[in-house]
């Protein structure tokens, strides 16, 4: 029988895999697989959940959201574990699971996984750490940071948006360089988004991006006087599209590698963790891993 290990968090989105776990397993045993599930937990280090895997395992399932994701993925190259993925959406957004088209029952995710074969996908890198979906700065991006854990497994997705409007409230600008072979830029920016993925919040800004052609999206919000850019903000926060607005606005290009430098005071985040300090050295790794369940 193939082997599956099966790395879940207890805790995402409202605990939503206590409710599936069995129906999971069942799936898996009624396709021949022999599923070893490992619960992720802060008292014991990540590496416990790698024990025994290698090329004889099919596949790894992760179930959780984008920082669960982002975690397993960090940790499958710190110990060089290289076995396709599929991932189950049960955490409170899932937006790299969505940007795979993962279906949100979990039943039918399961099968999508069992049924498809290992397709290669971009990742991307900012210094030394890899992300899945998205990296940022600015305004708005460390929402996920700010949220009660309990309070956003209560209210789920809902939590992002209203920590995302009083965020809105209190505009600051930020001075940025941004340097890469497509796009120099030096000036003030609101929110800056380097995306692998193509939503954050589950607002869909980056729709033009694709997981394996070899490019990040890039998307900066640049400074602009308050009247003009509450409308704009409040416009993406509704999950508008970014066409029709202009190069003083917003900026919007694609590259394999950029470098960003900041002075201000500035958090990142990387799938909703927090991300390194400034400067930031961001590049897309083609073909870095194997996902399962990939629906173009």
Partial sequence: MKKVKLIYNPNSGEKRIANVLDDIIRIYQENNYTIIPY?????????????????????????????????????????????PIGILPTGTANDFANALNIPWDITEAVKCIINSIPQKIDIGKINDKYFINVASAGMFTDVSQKINPEFKNYIGRVSYYITGIEEALHLRKFKMKVNSEEVTYEGDMYLMLVFNGKTAGNLNLAYKAELDDGYLDVIIFKGMPIPKSIPILFNVLKGAHLEGYNENEILYFKTKKVRIECDDDLKTDVDGEKGPDFPLDIECIKDEIEILGFCK
Avoid at 43 to 48: A, C, D, L, M, R
């Fill in 39 to 83: 619960r992720l937990n802060k008292e014991e280090h990540i590496s416990k959940a790698f024990l025994g895997v290698d090329d004889t395992y099919d596949h790894l399932l992760i179930a959780g959201g984008d920082g669960t994701v982002n975690m397993i993925l960090n940790s499958m190259k710190e110990f060089d574990i290289n076995v």
